[in-house]
Every structure is written in structure tokens, then in C-alpha cells.
């Protein structure tokens, strides 16, 4: 059979959306391409344009931490980027754990004193504090930018490094040794210039009219140095979406004449946009909830319940006494968890998703509620795949985090984590003692302006998508070599998702499947007319061997969970549903037949 054409067949290594400077995707789009990824092979590795940002440090921030190393550090060393001194700090901690005897130290980087420049400098906060480590400890540097997500963005970056060439990003200790010349205001990097007046009505005509360009978006409406009025808005019009405040499309100046009170869906009492935080990744929001967590009940172990996200596992075991995993996300292991208990045993968290990534499947958080409020323990759970539009789980946990990364923003362009507190657990006035005195904005204001924007339409694109991924599901579902589709929907675990689903909520846009053979898993995939990366949560359809990806060097390992090394995962988009189910039945249809 000759192969297919395929339209998103789209170049390996090309960003995702393709040509999109600053994607959180990339181009894998073959079987023999993820696994050239992660087997380290030329051909695949030279072609990366760009790369999950956790996972691959954006060009952008290797460039600038080339720049670095190359002025402050020796030949041997290279630098890693935070966005302050106290995550560069925990960073360094981590690198010197695992190498006790290296060389590790800080440089932070910040602006040179000037009045006017200083005054908006305290939002925007264009600093950079660099870990400077030894070149043969990379994999240990690289190990927390993944784990912790507290690196910078790559708008960041490209900022910074622009203020940091002409001067006006220097070392902090200069400006004690001595007072330095008041340099001319800095425009930043050249799409920053244009002076612009922004006031607050001139946000809200971007829902209308022709779709804009990113960048002309950001320079038209940015101004000098990025526009403070409007980067305070847009951080408060995202934490009122996430406190769950929006049941429709609204634009910016909709979002922030919002009457919190009777607004929110969330449904707990109380509960109010101060108990709402933003962080510069997802993962950034599970590392600190993990780190503060600890604080408030003590060096105890943690809980993981349901396969997880790579990465909350990893942290609970790099990061504090360890903890117990519970893989399967059964009943059975709620029954064990409860002997532990009654046992004696304590514990400090159970971390836990909704519904889980990439088996879909759904825990009993009313259970665990119960265990929690019975033994003192919190329960932190991850909304992203669920997202509260379509489901409420914020009155069975003490932390809600989630990555707006993913279908919070949908354009793929952008990074960002949020995080609720309940004001209903016995646990919150500590937690929220303890986040009063450690919190710190680090979502980069550029960042947050595409982030509230890609969000206005959040509502009607999850309708959208719901209705797209059960129309997906059923196709797969219907074929006979597919082995098993995992859907919130079709688990066997629906009746957890459905006390927690909302009134006019559906399933999600994330599904996976399994086959019966390698090669028919192997034809379906590269014959599947989508664009293929890491990631989920986009507009357009995204698919993945993501156990390959995401676990390739423990394959053994995920198989005792029941997750397969062939699975596919499909984060369905906005497609036209008729011709998304087309394009699902004509990979169907390039499997091969069966000989008899």
C-alpha cells in the first residue's frame, strides 16, 4: 500500500504550531522519530527547533546562558537560569546533593539603578539569577529545570539577554562596589519599542474582528518596557478564571468587573480569588505545593495515587523522605492506604490527578477525603486533563493545581501553573500562613499577557473539544484491533468523575488507546493525519506515543501499572468533527490485514 498523504505532516523537529518562536510542542511525527528522540540520534536531535520547554532548554535560554557562563563562569562550567535567587538557590541545593564536593554558586543578574526604570522593574521584575556548575553535572542541573519547572521562560530570556547586551542587566554586586552612570531608558528586545500608549479599553477589541498576529499583538498593546496596567490585569483576569468565575466567553474588562461573590463555580464557601496563585509552569505549582506542604505537616512521606504525570512522581521521591505509590488508582489500594493508617503510619500529602495522564482513569476523592480529614493528611489534586469547566474538585482537596500550559491557553505558545487553596480543610490557615510568607510571583508579565488572552475563549472551546473527543472515542472504540480506548467516559471508574462532573461538563479532550500488535499501534500512528508532539491541551488535535516519550527508560517498569509502551494518546482540538472522524478511520484503515 503506498503511504498516505497527510496534510499536518509537518517536518521533524519544526516547532508546533510551526513557525511559532516561542511553541511548547514539537514535531515527532513518526514512530521512528520519537523513538530517534529518545534514543539520541542524529537525525532526529540536529532537526529540534525546539522541544517541550521542560524537557528542552528553549534556544532562546541557551543562548543567554551561553553569554553567562562565557562573562562570570570558567571554562569547565556552564549556567542554568531561574527567575530569582531563591529558586536558583534550591536549585544549586539540589546539584550539590547529588555532587557534594562540586563548585556551585550563584550569579544574579539585575537592573542597573535607575528611578524610572526601577518603579516598573517591580512588576515586570527583569532579573536573572544563574546557577554556574560544573559541565559534567548538567544531567543533575537539568534534572530539577525539569522536576521543579522553576526556569525561566523563553520570553524571559530573550528579554533579558536583550537588556543584558546593551548594559542594563548587570551583576548585583556592582551596584554595591559602585554607583553606575544612569543609563537611557531600555526598550528591551526591538518588538518592545514602539512607545504606546495602552489604556484599559484598547485590551478588550482583540475577541473582535481578524485574528492578530501574536507579536503584533504584544507590540501593538505592550508599550515601553511591557505595559504595567495591563500586566497587573491580565494576572488578575487569570486568577479569576481559574478561581472558576467565567460560565462564558468574556474579554479582559468583562473578566475584572466580575462580582467575586456570587461568581464562582467552585462552590465552596468562603473560597475567594486571594486563595488563587500563579506560577510559571504546572509543575512549578506541584513542586511548591509539595515543598510547602512539607513545611506544614512535617518530613513525612507523600502519597501518589493513580499513574501519574512523570514528574509529581519524581518529585515526590527526589524531593523530601520519599513516598508510596499507589499505581493502579484502585479501590483495592485505598483499602491498603486505610490499614497504613490505622496502623499508625502518617503521611504529609496524597497527590493525585483528575481524571489521571494517560490512562484516564478517575480516583474516589470522596474517599479520600474521608482518610484525610480522619488521619490529617492533604490531598492535593491535579485538575489539568479534567479542567474546571467540566468538573469541581475543590471541595475534596486542600490544594487544586493544574497547568494552564495546556487547554487553559490552547494556543501552545505559552507556560503557566495555577493553584487553590481551600478555605474549607482544617490544613488552610497554616497553608495559607505559610504561602502568605513564601509566595512569589514568577510567571514573566510577557507570558501572562498571551496566557490571559489565549484564555478568554476557554468556555466555549472546551464545549468544543468534549464534543469532538467522545465522537473520537467511539470511532476507536468500534474497531476490532483496537485493544482498549481509555476515556473518562468509558472507564470503569466514570461513577468517581461523575460526582465530581459539573452540570454542563463532559469528558475531557484527552483519550488514549492501545492495540493488540506493535506494528498495527506503529501503522495507525504514522498514517494518522494530526500533527504529532509531546504536550496536550491544544486547539488543534496532537498525538503521541507518549508512554515512549515520556517513559522510555523505564518501560518494564510502567507495563507492572498496565501502561503499555505502544500506547497513543490523543489530545483532540477544534477540528470540524465530521473530518476529524474521517481522519481517525482512514489511519483505522492502514493497518494492515490480517493474513489468514
Known amino acids: 500500500m503506498a503511504p498516505m498523504i497527510l496534510e499536518n505532516d509537518v517536518e521533524v523537529g519544526e516547532s508546533l504550531p510551526p513557525a511559532t518562536e516561542h511553541a511548547v510542542s514539537v514535531s515527532l511525527p513518526t514512530w521512528r522519530a520519537n523513538v530517534g528522540y529518545e534514543e539520541g540520534e542524529e537525525w532526529v536531535i540536529s532537526k529540534m527547533k525546539t522541544g517541550y520547554p521542560r524537557f528542552f532548554i528553549h534556544k532562546q535560554i541557551q543562548a543567554f546562558a551561553a553569554t553567562i557562563a562565557e562573562q562570570y563562569g570558567a571554562k569547565d562550567e556552564a549556567a542554568m537560569l531561574f527567575p530569582t535567587h531563591a529558586t536558583a538557590s534550591r536549585g544549586r541545593d539540589f546539584v550539590l546533593r547529588l555532587a557534594p564536593d562540586a563548585q556551585v554558586r550563584i550569579v544574579d543578574l539585575v537592573p542597573a539603578a535607575d528611578k524610572e526604570y526601577s518603579e516598573e522593574s517591580a512588576i515586570i521584575s527583569p532579573r536573572i539569577s544563574a546557577v554556574m556548575y560544573p559541565k559534567k553535572h548538567f544531567s543533575f542541573a537539568k534534572q530539577y529545570w525539569q522536576h521543579s519547572g522553576e526556569g525561566v521562560s523563553s520570553r524571559r530570556a530573550e528579554y533579558c539577554h536583550a537588556l543584558f547586551r546593551e548594559g542594563f542587566l548587570v551583576e548585583s554586586s556592582t551596584l554595591a562596589e559602585s554607583k553606575p552612570q544612569s543609563p537611557r531608558l531600555c526598550k528591551g528586545p526591538r518588538r518592545y519599542q ?205 490544594v487544586v493545581v493544574s497547568s494552564l500550559t495546556k487547554v487553559f491557553s490552547g494556543d501552545s505558545n505559552v507556560m503557566g501553573g495555577g493553584l487553590i487553596l481551600n478555605p474549607r480543610t482544617k490544613s488552610y490557615p497554616k497553608l495559607k500562613e505559610i504561602w502568605n510568607k513564601e509566595y512569589v510571583d ?88 494530526t500533527v504529532k508532539g509531546p504536550s496536550l491541551g491544544t486547539n488543534f488535535t496532537l498525538s503521541s506515543p507518549y508512554v515512549i516519550l515520556a517513559h522510555y527508560g523505564e518501560l518494564d517498569w510502567c507495563a507492572k501499572w498496565g501502561v503499555e509502551a505502544d500506547l497513543i494518546r490523543f489530545s483532540i482540538g477544534l477540528e470540524d468533527t465530521a473530518k476529524l472522524v474521517d481522519t481517525f478511520k482512514r489511519a483505522l484503515e492502514a493497518i494492515p490485514t490480517k493474513s489468514s
Not at 242 to 262: K, N
Not at 266 to 289: A, C, Q
Not at 516 to 529: G, H, K, M, T
Request: hydrophobic fraction near 35%; glycine fraction near 6%; charged fraction near 25%.
Open 194 to 398: 514602539k512607545k504606546t500608549s495602552v489604556d484599559f479599553d484598547s485590551m478588550k477589541d482583540s475577541t473582535e474582528g481578524d485574528v492578530q498576529d501574536p507579536v503584533q499583538f504584544v507590540e501593538e498593546r505592550f508599550g515601553r518596557n511591557l505595559n504595567l496596567a495591563m500586566t497587573k490585569n491580565a494576572k488578575l483576569a487569570i486568577r479569576r478564571r481559574i478561581a472558576g468565575s467565567l460560565t462564558a466567553d468574556v474579554g479582559l474588562t468583562e473578566a475584572l468587573a466580575l462580582d467575586m461573590e456570587t461568581a464562582t463555580t467552585r462552590n465552596v464557601p468562603g473560597f475567594s480569588e486571594d486563595d488563587v496563585y500563579l506560577y510559571p509552569t504546572g509543575m512549578s505549582s506541584i513542586f511548591n505545593t509539595h515543598r510547602n506542604v512539607m513545611q506544614a505537616k512535617g518530613p513525612l512521606k507523600a502519597i501518589v495515587f493513580g499513574f501519574p504525570y512523570i514528574d509529581t512522581l519524581k518529585i515526590t521521591e527526589k524531593f523530601g523522605p520519599g513516598s508510596v505509590f499507589y499505581g493502579f488508582g484502585a479501590e483495592e489500594e485505598l483499602d491498603d492506604l486505610e490499614k497504613r493508617l490505622e496502623g499508625g503510619e502518617r503521611f504529609m500529602a496524597l497527590f493525585t490527578e483528575f481524571p489521571s495522564n494517560p490512562l484516564l482513569r478517575t480516583p474516589n476523592l470522596e474517599r479520600i477525603r474521608q482518610l484525610a480529614d480522619n488521619y490529617d493528611f492533604c490531598v492535593v489534586v491535579d485538575e489539568s486533563v479534567g479542567n474546571f469547566i467540566n468538573v469541581n474538585v475543590l471541595p475534596y482537596a486542600d
Open 442 to 529: 514568577n510567571h514573566w508579565a510577557e507570558d501572562s499577557i498571551f496566557l490571559e488572552r489565549n484564555s478568554r475563549d476557554f468556555v466555549s472551546r472546551i464545549e468544543r473539544i468534549g464534543v469532538n473527543a467522545e465522537a473520537i472515542c467511539d470511532v476507536l472504540s468500534a474497531h476490532p484491533r483496537v485493544k482498549q480506548v481509555n476515556y473518562p467516559k468509558t472507564s470503569p471508574t466514570r461513577p468517581n468523575y461523575e460526582k465530581c462532573r459539573n452540570p454542563k461538563g463532559n469528558y475531557g479532550g484527552l483519550l488514549s488507546a492501545t492495540f493488540y500488535e506493535r506494528q498495527d499501534a506503529v501503522a495507525f500512528f504514522d498514517n494518522l493525519d
